[in-house]
Structures are given as C-alpha cells and as structure tokens.
C-alpha cells in the first residue's frame, strides 16, 4: 500500500474512531437513572462522575504501552477496557445483574474513563507522527469529531426507540451503545491504525489540498449536527432519518483515501504506458533523440515525487518546540503550573458543567437533557475545529498562532455565560450550553499542541497525560463542591428544584473561569518570545 494511501486511510480511520471516543459525553443522559437504581446521594452521584474522570489518572500508562506495543493492540486494550466498565454497568441499570455495590460502581466508572485515555493516545500518535508538517490540522480535525460523540449517541437512540421509550429505557441504550460501539469500530479499524512513513505525499505540500476538503467535510458535518439536533426536538424530521443522514456525513471522509488510491493506481498506469512508449522508440533508429525526450521529461512517478519535496527549513518552521523535556523536568517549569490552572478552570469546568448538565436541567424543570447533552456535543464540534481552521489559515499565511491568547479568547466569553445562568430563561439555558460547549472543545482541541510547542513532541504521550490529570482533580472538587451547595438547598426533599440549586455555583465557576483568563494572559506574556521567533522564521 503506497504510503499517502495508507496515511488517510489512518486518518478516516482516526475520524471513526474519534467519534465514538467520547463516551463521557454520554453521563448526563443516565445519571438520574443510575442515581435511583443505586439509591444515592447527589454527593455519590457526582463522586461516580468523578470516577469516570479519574481513570484518566492512569491514562499515562497508554503513552507508555504506545511505544512499547502495536498501536492497534493499544486501541484494542481501551476498546476492551470501555467494553467491561460500561457493560456491566447497563447489565445492572438493565436489571439482568442483581447487585452491584457502590464501590464496585465507581470501579466500573473508573475503567470506562480509562478507556478512553487509550483511545485518544492512538489518535494523537497516528495524527502527529502521519502529518507532522500539519499536526495541528490533523489532530484539530480528527479530534473535532469527538465532540460529535454525544450528538451520534443520542441519533442512534433516538433511531432505536423512536422516542417511545421512557427515562429507564433510553439509560439503558446509552449504557449498551457505550460498551459495544467503541468496541465494534475498533475492531474495524485496528487493522489501518498505524504509524506510516512521514516521508510519502501525504505529508508533504500536496495534504494542503486534502485538508481543504476535509475542512469541507467536517463543517457540513457539524452544521447537520446542529440542525439535526434542533429539528429533532421539534420533530418535524423522524429519529431514523437523522441517523440515517449523520450515518452518511461520517462515510464521506472515505473519498479521500479513495481519491489517492485511484491517483496511485493512474499515476501507475500511466509510467506502464510510458515505460512501453518508450521501449519502443528505443528500439527505432532514432531512439538516441527519443532517449533525450524521455530524460527531458520525467515520469509521472517522478513527478509526483518532486511536487511532495519540503524544504528542511519549512519543517522546522511548523514543527517548532519552545524545548524538549522529560515530565520531571516539566512540573518544574512556572509555564507547565500556570498551563495547568489555566486547564483547571478552562476546559475542565467547561467538563464539569456538561457532566451536571441533568442535574441542572432537571432543577430547572427541563425535560430535555438529551437535547441539551446533543446541542453541548454539536457545538463542542465546532469548538475543536475552529483552532484548526484558524491555524491552517494563519499557516498558510506564515503566521503563528499563540496557544496561550487563544486560550485567553476562549475563556473570556465562558465567563459570561456563567453569569447568564443566573437567569431562569430556557433561552438562558441553551445559549450558556452551546458557549460552554464550544468553547471547551477550542481549549480541549488547543491543549494537544500547546503541550507539544511548549514541552516538546518526544514526551507528548506522558507529558499530555499529566496535564489532563486536572481533570479528575477538577471533576472531584467542582462536582462535589457543586453536590454540597445542591445538598444545602434541596431543604427535606430529595430533589432541589429551583434556581436557587445552582445559583451560587454558578457564581463561583463564572469567578473561577475569568481567573482562569488571567493566568491565560501571564502564560502568554512569559511565552511571547517564543512565539515571535516563531513568526520570524
């Protein structure tokens, strides 16, 4: 298999396999049911949300099995490892296990969330490593997919049930898509997911073309996503059809590794003929003066090997690393801390709000999670890809984007959108959500090459991981401090209804978030210099 062939087929394969990466997403759509099947507290419930995020406590230990293990063994042990914690929690809310105990629960939560962590290394080191001239394209819009997550989870139930199932019967199809998906895909997908030579066209200039049309792909996709979720909570389209149509958005990438497979096959077609052509008119009495035609004009396999030639001075350029250290070195450095909280009340408060995304909406006497779970998802879609775009624009442009500002803009309008929570509008509601979403998808999508252009591409598996361990530290004491204050209003009912349940949370993460944004600010002071040397070459 030529080798650009095998480099998109790897991508649309990463596509895949992002999208039904983010199982996560998934929790608020049955949180309420697994709360009244393990008859627990709001504190508890937030602590098995916490679990899911804590198995990324480990997900270290995927950085370091993808360098000593085949990547499709890698993706397999995730697959495997999302298969049991999901799985044995629907055969629990499913009623075919008698009994599972709480810790045990939080066991099963813990796994699903690791899971994902190895998934997600075999994604990033597929992307980075395939098109290392263009690794935050590839990774932005690979990743991207995975804020659709939600969104196809939710067409696919609805599809499933036609929306005449109850709360009980959608948690349990959640739960099942949760387990057997990611593993099905993975299966399918194993045998592509690969390291290929960086040296073939697709990593070269001729990707620039490609990427546009992927860039094409993927908006149309999103924008479906958006719509799609709209239309289905007025109705006015049935749940099938927009599986069906979602379904289709995500076979479409496959043109790509189509289209380089029948360029191989003409461009070998054509030095067959050539070659022939040429036999024979050597064999003429002038074949001296066809011999220097055929040298005046190299053949189409040699064509297309010149077009893909990048100076060594463009690579540097794109691939620039402010250093390359190991994880001791790095929780050394001022920049990796101030990165840290920048996550911590970025992109992982953005996490905590979608992960009580049903508790909130319940207290507001919502009946739409699933809606509002999809609408966070579609949008989280966009918010990864717009890093992508705006880097492949300024790119092209020899301009260099600065992580740490684009980090400092995303966060600034979060803020708002705390403090319009505040109201008790739906309007209010759905517009703080989509904000939320979209702007802790471009934070979450940035990360990925902030942790590379700061602390270096040799570590990125590791050094990746030890960032996101802000995760579970932030799902822990975000949720529960949001479960006490949920806890301090309910007054002798079980459940807290009211805007009055969320309100002083909602104060603290809007306060919390514009520090967020100032520490933004300091990291891109100290990294300035960086960054304009960059621009310089």
């Not at 629990?92 to 629960?105: D, E, I, L, N, Q």
């Not at 011999?291 to 794109?318: N, T, Y």
Request: proline letters at 4%; charged letters at 10%; glycine letters at 8%.
């Amino acid at each position: 298999m030529p080798p650009s062939l095998a480099q998109w087929l790897c991508l649309v394969a990463v596509i895949w396999l992002q999208t039904i990466a983010g199982t996560n997403t998934n929790f608020p759509a049955y949180s309420s049911q697994l709360k009244q099947a393990l008859s627990i507290s709001q504190v508890k419930l937030n602590n098995l949300a916490f679990a899911s995020d804590a198995g990324k406590l480990l997900g270290w230990f995927s950085g370091i099995a993808a360098v000593y293990l085949p990547l499709w063994l890698v993706l397999l042990v995730g697959a495997l490892l999302g298969l049991v914690g999901n799985g044995i929690q629907y055969l629990f809310v499913a009623h075919k296990v008698t009994s599972v105990s709480y810790p045990g629960m939080f066991l099963l939560a813990f796994l699903a969330g690791n899971s994902i962590c190895w998934i997600n290394t075999v994604c990033y080191v597929v992307a980075i490593h395939n098109f290392p001239l263009h690794r935050q394209v590839a990774v932005g819009l690979t990743t991207s997919y995975q804020g659709l997550s939600a969104s196809v989870y939710t067409d696919i139930v609805d599809a499933a049930l036609n929306k005449r199932g109850g709360t009980g019967a959608r948690a349990e199809a959640y739960l099942l898509l949760n387990s057997v998906l990611p593993m099905a895909v993975s299966l399918a997908t194993a045998p592509f997911v690969r390291v290929v030579d960086a040296d073939g066209p697709g990593a070269g200039k001729n990707a620039h073309g490609r990427f546009i049309i992927l860039f094409i792909i993927t908006i149309a996709t999103g924008i479906y996503a958006v719509v799609s979720s709209m239309v289905s909570v007025s109705g006015a389209l049935p749940a099938v059809y927009n599986a069906m149509g979602m379904g289709i958005f995500l076979l479409i990438p496959i043109i790509l590794p189509l289209a380089e497979c029948v360029k191989h096959v003409l461009a070998r077609t054509e030095k067959r003929v050539h070659d022939v052509m040429t036999e024979q008119e050597n064999s003429d009495p002038g074949g001296d003066e066809s011999g220097l035609k055929s040298e005046a004009h190299p053949q189409a396999g040699d064509q297309e090997e010149a077009v893909v030639v990048v100076r060594p001075s463009e690579e540097v350029a794109i691939n620039g690393v402010r250093e390359e250290v190991g994880a001791r070195v790095m929780v050394k450095r001022v920049e990796f801390w101030l990165y840290f909280f920048v996550y911590l009340f970025g992109a992982t408060l953005g996490l905590v709000f979608l992960n009580n995304l049903g508790q909130i909406a319940e207290s507001r006497g919502s009946s739409k999670t699933s809606s509002l779970v999809s609408l966070s998802s579609s949008f989280g879609f966009f918010g990864r890809l717009i890093p992508s775009l705006f880097d492949y624009l300024f790119e092209s442009r020899k301009y260099v984007v600065s992580r740490p500002a684009s980090m400092a803009v995303m966060m600034a309008p979060m803020v708002g959108a705390y403090f319009l929570l505040l109201s008790p509008a739906t309007a209010a509601l759905y517009v703080s959500t989509a904000i939320i979403g979209i702007c802790t998808g471009a934070i979450t999508s940035i990360s990925v090459a902030t942790t590379a252009e700061l602390f270096g591409t040799k570590n990125f598996g590791v050094n990746h991981n030890i960032l996101v361990i802000n995760i579970p530290i932030g799902s822990f004491v975000f949720g529960y401090a949001a479960a006490l204050l949920y806890r301090s209003q309910r007054g002798s009912d079980e459940k807290c209804m009211g805007m009055e349940c969320y309100s002083t949370t909602f104060v603290i993460w809007g306060c919390l978030c514009l520090l967020g944004t100032v520490l933004a600010l300091v990291l891109y002071a100290r990294t300035r210099k960086f960054y304009s040397r960059s621009i310089e070459k």
